[in-house]
């Protein structure tokens, strides 16, 4: 693999309203530091991708930003959101992930009835109310383009659904706490064409209401579905700006190797 | 082109290897259900002798509590009654698990959920040797402090059900704890990921989704607790006071199947009516454990299934 300078890097200013920022964020895992010195702010109604080879620290950045890396590894730094460093030992986490959802790579419903699985964390929350449960299902799963599907079957077993559906449900899962990010690490990977596409359609609808963070290894699915990109390198940073610039006139030699696939 | 017909057509070294690992597995195979069946047999064939050949009724022996295999009664029938001893039997088992099994838990969502890497250190090899102890260790242990202070407590001998049912937990703990380690550990780590990530705290995630998903294996656990508290002779026997007695109390001297066995098997002669009616109580247990495993095996496929 050619070496890089990995401490130059070329990240812009979004423009418009910021939903999410990082500052000088580090990740460990024990001695070994996964993050360095990521700094970067996502812009509100958004779709940003974060791109890179296998190791890069992707999805670890992804999984820091909800605080999913709380007890796995150790992160320091500011992550901001609604002017509150978020990523604070006195900070209500709980509450946190339920403002920036997360969707995994492999659909991962609870097996429950589809009903049970959307109002799961609704009752975490000590909401019981028959006509706000119902309400939250039915508006999640129209949102994540679910609803005509299984209007019917609400009360079977989610594990009856197909992979893409289980991955949609697992979407509105996550939008039935109503949260203003949505992050999804690599959600459309364990996935036929077919449901990636619906995938795609549905998340480039969800983009007016939600600012949402995606993962991916697919590059023409970062192309096709972001305006803005994040290229990692080794646990750095090394570029960020609107997708058509990543894709087509980069600034650093590491994501122009990378996206055209000269990368050892 | 004849060299590789020749091949074809030929066994080698391979296929003679093959043939002969066949042949010693099957053997072995055959072995064992051979050994099986005859155990079946012969705890049967003397079990079912008690009413085949003595002619006491079934229903005397499951329904009547006076046993007293050698003496005659005033109408000239034998005294075989076995209700107390099943009584006791179940229940001892029953008790036992019931107070192992928060304790099993509690102890198996500490070692995968809230220290998986202290907690499995030190508890492992704690609970491997509660194993390996023997269980006559555990019966007098039993004897010496469980009874005592029983005693102290209600009065009477201090032998009896409760005694039996403390040393028993403490016998089925570490089984019932491992196999719940088990059954936590298989669960896949993205249950509580998607639990986590929407929000709910530690506490909800272990109680409303692993200890759901796990619901099928945990029960296996606790039963698989149970054949062994049932089957437990030795520890038990020391403790349990060994009067073929219904019990009217938890602290009442009574005995258990296989306290029983133990206790007389070698006071009785081969093919005499108290000794038909010892195998009587053997055929019992066995029958009783294999109703335990079909349970688990019950329970196993419903998990698969849902």
């Not at chain 2, 009724?57 to 034998?78: C, E, K, V, Y």
């Not at chain 2, 093919?271 to 019992?284: H, I, R, Y």
Request: charged share 15%; hydrophobic share 45%.
């Amino acid at each position: 693999m050619a070496t890089y300078d990995l401490t130059a890097h070329h990240i812009i200013e979004p423009g418009g309203p910021i939903a999410l920022s990082t500052e000088k964020l580090q990740v460990f895992y024990g001695r070994q530091q996964a993050i360095f010195d990521a700094t970067l702010n996502f812009p509100a109604n958004q779709i940003t991708a974060l791109i890179g080879a296998s190791g890069s620290g992707k999805s670890t950045y992804l999984r820091s930003l909800n605080r999913m890396n709380d007890k796995v590894a150790r992160v320091t730094g500011k992550i901001m959101y609604q002017e509150t460093n978020i990523n604070d030992r006195t900070i209500n986490v709980y509450a946190v992930r339920r403002h920036l959802g997360m969707v995994f790579q492999r659909p991962n419903p609870f097996a429950k009835s589809i009903y049970d699985n959307l109002t799961f964390a609704l009752k975490a929350t000590g909401i019981k109310s028959r006509t706000i449960l119902d309400d939250r299902v039915e508006q999640s799963l129209k949102e994540a383009a679910l609803w005509e599907e299984v209007k019917e079957d609400l009360h079977k077993s989610a594990l009856a659904l197909s992979g893409g559906q289980q991955q949609r449900l697992c979407i509105a899962r996550a939008l039935a706490t109503q949260p203003e990010i949505l992050l999804l690490d690599e959600p459309a990977s364990a996935l036929d064409p077919i449901s990636t596409a619906k995938i795609e359609v549905t998340l480039k609808r969800l983009v007016e209401r939600y600012t949402i963070i995606i993962v991916t290894h697919n590059m023409q699915q970062a192309a096709r579905l972001s305006s803005y990109t994040a290229f990692l390198h080794l646990g750095h940073l090394i570029e960020f700006d609107k997708t058509p610039t990543i894709f087509q006139n980069p600034e650093m030699t590491a994501t122009q190797d990378y996206i055209t696939g000269n990368f050892g | 082109m004849t060299s590789i017909k020749q091949e074809l057509r030929h066994a080698s070294k391979a296929t003679r290897e093959d043939v002969f690992g066949k042949v010693i597995t099957y053997c072995c195979v055959a072995v064992i259900a051979v050994l099986v069946i005859s155990i079946l047999y012969f705890i049967a064939s003397r079990g079912i002798a008690t009413f085949t050949v003595n002619h006491v009724s079934l229903w005397s022996f499951i329904s009547q509590t006076s046993w007293n295999p050698g003496l005659l009664d005033a109408h000239g029938q034998p005294q075989i009654g076995a209700l107390a001893m099943m009584v006791t039997s179940f229940t001892v088992t029953i008790l036992a698990a019931i107070i192992a099994t928060p304790f099993a838990l509690a102890v198996a969502l500490y070692m995968t959920e809230i220290a998986p890497n202290r907690g499995a250190r030190i508890l492992q090899p704690v609970i491997e040797l509660l194993v390996g102890i023997p269980s006559v260790v555990y019966g007098f242990i039993g004897l010496t402090v469980v009874v005592p202070y029983i005693r102290h407590l209600f009065g009477g001998t201090g032998m009896g059900i409760l005694a039996g049912t403390l040393v028993l937990f403490v016998m089925i703990l570490p089984t019932v704890t491992t196999l719940s380690v088990d059954a936590l550990n298989a669960l896949p780590g993205y249950l509580r990921d998607a639990s986590l990530a929407l929000g709910a705290t530690r506490w909800q995630t272990i109680h409303k989704v692993l200890l759901r998903a796990a619901t099928p294996r945990l029960l296996t656990a606790v039963i698989f607790g149970m054949a062994r508290a049932f089957g437990e002779a030795l520890a038990v026997q020391m403790v349990i006071g060994n009067a073929v007695l219904m019990p009217h109390g938890l602290v009442t001297p009574t005995a258990t199947l296989t306290s029983q066995l133990t206790t007389q098997i070698g006071n009785t002669v081969m093919g005499t009516l108290p000794n038909n009616a010892l195998w009587s109580l053997a055929l019992v247990l066995l029958v009783m454990s294999l109703i335990f495993n079909l349970l688990i095996r019950f329970i196993g496929k419903r998990g698969q299934l849902s």
